[in-house]
Nanobody, 131 residues
Framework: VQLVESGGGSVRAGGSLRLSCTASGFRPGYRRNNYCLAWFRQARDKDRELIAT???????MPKNPIQDRFRLVQDNAENTIYLRMTNLQPEDSAMYYC???????????????????????WGQGTQVTVS
């Protein structure tokens, strides 16, 4: 699976950005609905942290504090997910990564238990800097 992110950049505090991630190269016989997609971020000298997940039907994980100002939506026709970020603050500065993992059973994608190890496929990341 190939994941291509875009939309990062430098903004002033209070500004907004929309990140996009387009997925391709699914396993033969599989399609977007068979994968859980996610956004993570990693600030300098910090661990990579999960922002949000979404399955093929559009079901997302329960909101966490990071999502107070972030919204995850998808366009299945384009195999693309978007992370809309508003009222950005300097602490949001990080590399933002899109990730994918096969999701064929259970509810891990949207029940709040998704973890780093569930996602073997990663994009190259897009930098967000807030000053």
């Amino acid at each position: 699976v190939q994941l291509v992110e875009s939309g990062g950049g430098s903004v002033r505090a209070g500004g907004s950005l929309r990140l996009s991630c387009t997925a391709s190269g699914f396993r033969p016989g599989y399609r977007r609905n068979n994968y859980c997609l996610a956004w993570f971020r990693q600030a300098r000298d910090k661990d990579r942290e999960l922002i949000a997940t979404i399955d093929g039907d559009g079901t997302t994980m329960p909101k966490n504090p990071i999502q107070d100002r972030f919204r995850l939506v998808q366009d299945n026709a384009e195999n693309t997910i978007y992370l809309r970020m508003t009222n950005l603050q300097p602490e949001d500065s990080a590399m933002y990564y899109c990730a994918a993992g096969l999701f064929r059973a259970g509810s891990w994608c949207y029940d709040g238990t998704a973890a780093l190890g569930d996602f073997p496929y990663w994009g190259q990341g897009t930098q967000v800097t807030v000053s």
